[in-house]
């Protein structure tokens, strides 16, 4: 039979032990000084990059390399990298698949750490048992998941304030329009005064047109990028206004009055699953406590048979 508080005291003393010898080798000359090549990279940059754009690659080892090997191997068991692109792009973040799989591989070591740990203080406490020590999977798979669960509530809530955003910034662009401005500056004028999610994604697209990429590619890669149904459609029939030559104050006018009125309905349909949400405690709490106070006293009276 395992002695259980015997393997808890091995699991501190060795934790204790491997932190103190990694803190102890992070600190050695050898181990924690700059490599070579990156000492020298910034006296050699004008010979291997003469421009002065591209960093010198310097060859990663030691811990660093370890980690990197690791997380790779991790974004290739799990996969689903095109669809994770499009949810880091959503949710506002750098679409690097292989640093978001390092931060969901860290929230899992987290994770099965704080498990471990519990299961540590429970068998001390003399409540462990063979269940207690899956606590550390549990754990790990846990924080796994609430990563992605978290980046997941991200995109939703920020396509949600996109959302509410986009009827005034229509209005706003279509009241430029009317004022004789071209379309390049009623959005330049708009992301330079708006201070939103969607502001910033129009800075940039003003950013990318004026590096040379044209109007309508820059604005169909933005709500790609967003991938908001709303804003799909409104910057799909913008894009064709351009295209076409159509009135863009007319066109933006009727996005917008589009936009106010799916805000309405997902308004609407947003009251109605609170009001459904209400009942929950309704009938699992109040309506209960009501019955109990009203049959109680009856049958409290009738068991000391008065009345």
């Known amino acids: 039979m395992i002695d259980f508080t015997s393997l808890a005291y091995a699991v501190v003393l060795g934790t204790a032990l ?13 181990w924690g000084a700059p490599s070579l090549s990156r000492r020298l990279a910034p006296y050699v940059r004008d010979v291997t990059d003469p421009r002065g754009i591209a960093p010198v690659a310097t060859p990663v080892v030691g811990a660093d390399a370890v980690w990197l090997r690791l997380r790779d191997h991790v974004a290739r068991l799990v ?7 499009r949810r880091l792009r959503r949710a506002g973040r750098a679409p690097d698949v292989s640093v978001f799989r390092g931060q969901q591989l860290v929230w899992a070591l987290g994770g099965a750490g704080a498990g471990a740990a519990g299961a540590v203080a429970l068998t001390l406490a003399g409540r462990g048992g063979v269940a207690t020590w899956l606590l550390a999977g ?4 846990a924080g796994f998941l609430a990563c992605d669960m978290l980046l997941s509530r991200a995109a939703r809530m920020r396509a949600a304030r996109i959302e509410e955003e986009l009827p005034t910034i229509l209005e706003f662009l279509a009241l430029c329009l009317s004022a004789g401005e071209g379309i390049l500056d009623s959005l330049r004028r708009v992301s330079a005064m708006g201070t939103g999610d969607f502001t910033r994604e129009l800075r940039a697209t003003v950013l990318a047109v004026g590096t040379g990429s044209p109007l309508s590619t ?3 890669e933005m709500s790609t990028n967003l991938d908001v149904p709303a804003v799909s459609r409104s910057v799909d029939h913008l894009v064709s206004a351009i295209d076409r030559g159509a009135p863009l104050a007319q066109v933006l006018h009727a996005q917008a009055l589009d936009a106010r009125e799916e805000a309405k309905r997902s308004l609407i349909e947003r009251a109605g699953k609170n009001e459904i949400y209400m009942l929950i405690p309704l009938v699992l709490v109040i309506l209960p406590l009501s019955v109990l106070f009203a049959v109680f006293p009856g049958i409290f009276m009738l ?3 008065v009345g």
Do not use: E, Q
């Open 18 to 30: 491997g932190l103190g010898v990694c803190l102890v080798v992070s600190r050695a000359p050898r």
């Open 79 to 85: 996969g689903g990298d095109d669809a994770l692109a």
């Open 138 to 141: 549990v754990g790990g798979v």
């Open 218 to 220: 820059s604005l169909t």
């Open 303 to 305: 068991r000391l048979g």
